[in-house]
């Protein structure tokens, strides 16, 4: 996970250490990681920046930006973050369900995989810095 550790611990240490706390990561949260890790976000951007650049998937996905993302809708948004696109079912119903399949099967969410299932902050870390490794390796694209 080098790629994942280089690219975020350039990141407010306060910050991480609040999101690794996080039983359930929000979406303003989530958005700030993802974008900041992608590349799209410079780190020295609040999350409410964050916020404002997925507002309109945060209305697609029905969630408030402060409320706790699903694996799924974590999974759709990093897919956007990151440009990962994805197998037919996907291409055909860009969905939260559809993300986390596609992300379970590219190895980049490992073990349970349940697009409803919460994501805990240390695992929304684990899941960037999997897509930054693997995105490095051109096994995303």
Do not use: C, H, K, W
């Not at 350039?10 to 999101?19: C, K, L, P, R, T």
């Not at 309109?56 to 694996?71: K, N, Q």
């Not at 190895?107 to 810095?129: F, K, N």
């Amino acid at each position: 996970m080098m790629g994942g550790i280089v690219s975020l611990s350039a990141q407010s240490n306060e910050f991480i250490d609040g999101v690794l706390e996080q039983p359930r990561i929000t979406y303003g949260n989530a958005a700030y990681l993802l974008l900041v890790g992608s590349g799209d976000l410079d780190e020295s951007a609040t999350v409410n920046d964050a916020r404002d650049r997925f507002e309109s998937g945060a209305a697609a996905l029905g969630s408030g930006v402060d409320e706790p993302v699903t694996l799924g809708e974590y999974s759709l948004l990093a897919m956007n973050a990151f440009g990962i696109t994805g197998g037919v079912m996907y291409t055909l119903v860009p969905s939260p369900r559809y993300a986390a399949r596609e992300l379970a099967f590219r190895d980049v969410v490992q073990g349970r995989a349940y697009p409803r299932m919460d994501v805990s902050g240390e695992r929304a870390l684990r899941i960037i810095g999997r897509v930054l490794d693997l995105n490095e390796g051109g096994r995303l694209q």
